[in-house]
């Protein structure tokens, strides 16, 4: 499910452990295991990795490992270490990175599908003051042109309506998400009346519901509205306003945490990857290993996934070039998604 709760876009991408594949490069094969593996001690990062959790410098930090730190890289592979604190595992089914409503509710969402999965979903602002989610007017409408767009926000004010159903914890109060109905209104002139009308029947068609206003209607039913200039208006009359986000986030969170999903107060800082080469010749550079920072100790971790989920909002470009998207070989374009 998406809720639309901002006009920002949020762009949603799912990063398997193959990034991307490269045909320039040439290996032995061994053919009774019909693949060799070349790791390339390949570690991406952002310098915002040690000024957003901990505010120590990077010289600081070096009198505290009492280690010769040349720069950020070199402190990154220092400090990557084994000895784990308690909280954080070896290895998890999928990781989720980015914990607000987008990452929350995937983590939900996988879990009421596979009870079994592990789920692990990195946050690093522990407070959310940064999350687009919080930051939010918190709406949610109907009208759009795409029909996957229009699909999404059906269902989710068919989820909200039942929330209670979905959201609930045993002995914890009722989710107080604070729905208020109030349609949105959208107007056009002369020249966007055949766009509206066929947006409408999109709409319709689908579970939406809106309806269509001449200049007059507009008029009659919104006496202060300046209607210059305008010849058509839809207006949601059903399934549509606005909600509390940070209501909404805690309890897809709180639920998910129910489910046995593992939430960390931790940033990616990278990936370790290696280069595959199948029996047939082609090479594919793996994610191996997400590098996480956590807020607890300081350290770098690895840990092993099957499924990295980019859930970061403004700051998922950032994970992607991570992952080698936007860099080069089979996805040479940049995620376009940057924070304003």
Not at 111 to 132: A, C, F, G, H, I
Request: contains cysteine; hydrophobic residues 40%; proline residues 4%.
């Amino acid at each position: 499910m998406t809720l639309r709760l901002t006009r920002r876009f949020v762009h949603q991408l799912f990063i398997r452990r193959y990034a991307s594949k490269d045909s320039s490069i040439t290996t032995t094969t061994d053919a009774n295991k019909g693949l060799t593996t070349e790791k390339s001690s390949e570690i991406s990062t952002v310098k915002r990795a040690f000024t957003l959790i901990n505010p120590k410098t990077v010289h600081e930090i070096k009198r505290i490992d009492d280690a010769p730190i040349k720069n950020e890289m070199d402190l990154i592979r220092h400090r990557l270490t084994e000895n784990r604190v308690k909280n954080i595992p070896i290895e998890t089914d999928v990781l989720i990175i980015g914990g607000a409503i987008m990452g929350s509710s995937i983590a939900y969402f996988l879990k009421q599908r596979s009870p079994d999965m592990k789920v692990t979903v990195l946050e690093r602002d522990w407070n959310y003051t940064t999350s687009s989610t919080v930051l939010s007017a918190g709406g949610l409408r109907q009208q759009f042109a795409l029909e996957e767009n229009i699909q999404m926000s059906v269902y989710g004010a068919e989820f909200l309506k039942h929330i209670r159903d979905h959201l609930s914890i045993l002995d914890e109060d009722p989710v107080p998400i604070s729905f208020h109905h109030n349609g949105y209104l959208l107007c056009g002139s002369e020249q966007s009346v055949k766009l509206f009308e066929e947006n409408h029947k999109t709409q319709t068609s689908l579970g939406a519901k809106s309806k269509l206003l001449t200049a007059s209607m507009l008029k009659e039913k919104f006496p202060w509205l300046n209607t210059d200039g305008i010849a058509i208006g839809c207006y949601g009359i059903q399934n549509e306003g606005w909600l509390d986000p940070w209501a909404l986030l805690n309890a897809f969170r709180q639920k998910a945490l129910s489910l046995g999903v593992l939430y960390l107060n931790a940033e990616l800082v990278g990936f370790d990857k290696s280069k595959r080469v199948w029996a047939d010749g082609t090479i594919e550079n793996q994610l191996d290993k997400a590098l996480i920072l956590s807020a607890d100790d300081n350290r770098i971790y690895p840990m092993d996934s099957s499924f990295f989920i980019n859930a970061a909002g403004p700051w998922a470009g950032e994970v992607a070039k991570m992952a080698g998207i936007g860099v080069a070989g089979e996805y040479p374009v940049a995620l376009p998604v940057e924070p304003r």
